[in-house]
């Protein structure tokens, strides 16, 4: 494999060492195909916790990749998913293109917050995603992550995941420590709250997020209504402070009971706005818009009677 030299590092030689080797494999597997590497997150700020995951962005060059190429990447990255864990280190590999970058525009993670380690730095070539194509895509994202990832059915009067577990079921996930062994985590919780208020962000407020670590902030600055001490709160206690591990302290273990009652009410605030931001896409959305809408919900429906009514006016 050609040796790699980061053009930024983590400051982390584990994880740089790691990163390093993702580039060389992807340099070796896909010649001249790749035009970029880029880190996304908490490790390009120097805010990462020993229990952060890595977010590597990699942009193919045009033309978008071939099926033959998509089965190499599942290959490959399953291979490079099991090196990671081996070290206890944690990686998201997200694949781009630069067709997909030209047409839809690029992320604000990615051309805002984004740390280029390898290659050649395209995000000045390409747009970043207009405010309303980013509305419309946290708002469906998010929908998708609280029926997903719990397991609920879309509903105003949303369920807790578990009624009867100390936690509501939020803490439903596990990360690998240091040592190799497993430990629930509260990183559902932080990534689904923090989430919905980027997506109210985006909807209510025009306003773009680029780190995890400033979403309170703008929420309590742009939007500043009763959930804002909620979000700050699920940042900076699940993550500052208990490093997304679950607390042995029983003081501390009834604080995030306490988090996770009030979470539920904040979801079903966010799924009030996603109603009224799904009946406008059905009703009065560019038809592309109204496409995605009807898609998402035939796979997880809104049980909702206004919701319903609409979609069969809406349907072909």
Not at 35 to 42: N, P
Not at 172 to 182: A, M, T
Not at 199 to 214: E, H, I, P
Not at 215 to 236: A, N
Request: aromatic share 12%.
């Amino acid at each position: 494999m050609p040796p790699i030299t980061l053009i930024n590092t983590t400051e982390n030689t584990a994880i740089d060492w790691l990163l390093c080797r993702i580039i060389a494999h992807y340099e070796s597997t896909f010649t001249r195909r790749i035009a970029g590497y880029y880190l996304i997150g908490s490790y390009t700020d120097a805010s990462a916790l020993q229990t952060s995951d890595v977010d590597l962005y990699i942009v193919f060059k045009q033309p978008s990749q071939t099926r033959d190429e998509l089965e190499a990447v599942q290959q490959l990255n399953q291979r490079l998913e099991d090196t990671a864990r081996k070290h206890a280190i944690e990686i998201d590999i997200s694949l781009l293109s630069e067709g997909d970058l030209q047409t839809q525009g690029i992320t604000p993670t990615l051309k805002l917050g984004g740390c280029l380690l390898f290659g050649e730095d395209i995000c000045g070539r390409y747009p970043l995603v207009t405010i309303q194509q980013w509305a419309h895509e946290r708002m469906h994202a998010v929908y998708y992550l609280l029926t997903t990832i719990y397991r609920r059915h879309a509903r105003l009067r949303l369920a807790y995941p578990n009624e009867n577990d100390e936690f509501y079921g939020y803490m439903n996930r596990s990360i690998q420590l240091s040592d190799g062994r497993e430990a629930l985590s509260t990183r559902n919780l932080v990534r689904t709250t923090g989430w919905a208020a980027t997506a109210l962000l985006a909807f209510k407020s025009g306003q773009y997020v680029t780190r995890k670590s400033d979403c309170h902030i703008l929420y309590r600055q742009y939007i500043g209504d009763e959930w804002s001490r909620l979000i700050e709160d699920v940042y900076t206690l699940c993550r500052q402070r208990w490093n997304y591990l679950v607390p042995k302290n029983p003081n501390e273990r009834k604080q995030l009971s306490t988090l996770c009652e009030q979470v539920l009410l904040f979801e079903r605030h966010f799924l009030h706005t996603y109603k009224a931001f799904l009946l406008r896409e059905l009703y009065e959305g560019p038809e592309a818009y109204r496409q995605d809408a009807l898609t998402f919900q035939k796979r997880l429906p809104f049980e909702d009677n206004e919701v319903e009514d609409a979609l069969r006016i809406s349907a072909p």
